[in-house]
């Protein structure tokens, strides 16, 4: 049975081209300044909340930001710890605000942003290996299709 539908396009074109390119950041953990948490009125810091800023404050794409940013993840450390306090009514706001941080690798996938290994070179074009290619016109004899 024949799939119904314009066939594709012979000269395809992408309506909604990239804005930038992906951002590649060696995955070593960041040990620039960084400000520390201010204090918390009368009341000390959450455990989870300081142990969330410690991890937050080393990872390896903070090397790229600027001033603002730190202050975002500063006043996210606020939500951290009223969300470790059992007010969960700040979840929702934290997803939103760990996706803007590139907290989890999803996000950072989202951001454009990925990890490469300590010396890689991230300019190399990647090539496959030609014995990893499927042999197509082997195949299309196989099913009769001719070469």
Sequence with gaps: MAITGRPPSANPRNRNPKSYDWTSIEAVPFDGPSPDLPRNGRKRWHAETLAWWEAVRRMPHCRLWT???????????????????????????????????????????????????????????????????????ERRRRLGSGA
């Design 67 to 137: 001033e603002t940013d730190w202050r975002v993840a500063m006043e996210t450390a606020v939500l951290v710890d009223a969300f470790w306090r059992g007010e969960a009514n700040r979840a929702a706001e934290l997803r939103l605000r760990a996706a803007k941080l590139g907290l989890t690798h999803e996000d950072r996938l989202k951001l454009r942003i990925r990890y490469t290994t300590p010396g890689e070179d991230t300019d190399a074009p990647a090539t496959p290996d030609p014995a990893a290619v499927t042999r197509l016109d």
